[in-house]
């Protein structure tokens, strides 16, 4: 009896041990396949600069002040940039976790921000917002949006697919600058002021999602839609939940 117990105890840990072997092998298996997988951005990211600039660049060499606002924003905080004069800069720069690998974002991701006019200053000859995106291999794609007419004293967002055909590469290619995006910039100073006393602009709500513009949910203090055509979307979504 002994012998029996002694027996099935054995062959028990026996059964145990290459059982424990398999789950060994299977996980250095996925390990192994994980490992040679390209880490997917882990969206969303979202920027409400409500504590702080969140680690977004906004000095530079402009002729203008930015400054990051505790009040004002939508809601709360911002970044201002009052332009004294056109100058070559008016962009704003994201912290790290924006960046990396956009591949999983391709045809399906969404970057947005809130951007409002708050004076056109003089002499306007153009009004635009929008980003550029480059790669860590050199490859570089934008999408402005031109503003006409101009909407001046409140928050509007601005959508962006995260589709080729949406933008204008300017070098290099689409799938490699994807795979390692290592600048992404928005354009804050929105109005060409033919180097007359300048706009004064607002960014708020920065999102980088990796669902379709269509589907982005949206709640209703983040997003307030310029374009009506989203808002009607957006109201269908509700409709149906
Ligand atoms: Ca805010
Ligand atoms: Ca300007």
């Avoid at 306007?124 to 550029?132: D, K, Q, S, T, Y």
């Avoid at 962006?160 to 354009?187: C, F, P, R």
Wanted: hydrophobic content about 45%; charged content about 10%; some cysteine.
């Amino acid at each position: 009896m002994v012998t029996a117990i002694r027996f099935a105890t054995s062959l028990l840990a026996k059964i145990v041990c290459s059982g424990f072997k398999v789950v060994l092998g299977l996980t250095a298996m996925s390990a192994i396949l994980m490992g040679t997988a390209a880490p997917g951005f882990a969206a969303p990211v979202v920027s409400t600069f409500d504590a702080s600039n969140d680690g977004w660049n906004i000095s530079g060499s402009d002729v203008g002040v930015y400054t990051w606002e505790s009040a004002g924003g939508n809601p709360d905080g911002y970044i201002r940039y009052d332009v004294t004069q056109d100058g070559a800069g008016g962009w704003i720069s994201a912290p790290s976790q924006f960046l990396g690998n956009w591949s999983n974002l391709d045809g399906v991701g969404t970057l947005s921000y809130d951007h409002q006019i708050f004076n056109l200053g003089a002499a306007v000859f153009l009004v635009n917002v929008g980003a550029i995106i480059v790669g860590a291999d050199g490859s570089s794609a934008q999408q402005i949006i031109t503003l006409d007419p101009p909407v001046v004293g409140s928050w509007e967002t601005f959508s962006m697919s995260i589709l080729e055909a949406d933008w204008v590469i300017t070098t290099g290619n689409w799938s490699s600058l994807l795979a390692n995006v290592s600048s992404l910039s928005l354009k804050i100073e929105a109005v060409g002021n033919n180097d007359q006393p300048g706009d004064i602009d607002g960014i708020d709500n920065v999102f980088l999602s990796d669902t379709p513009l269509s589907a982005v949910p949206v709640p209703a203090t983040v997003w307030l839609f310029g374009s009506g055509l989203l808002g009607l979307v957006g109201m269908a979504r509700r409709k149906k939940a």
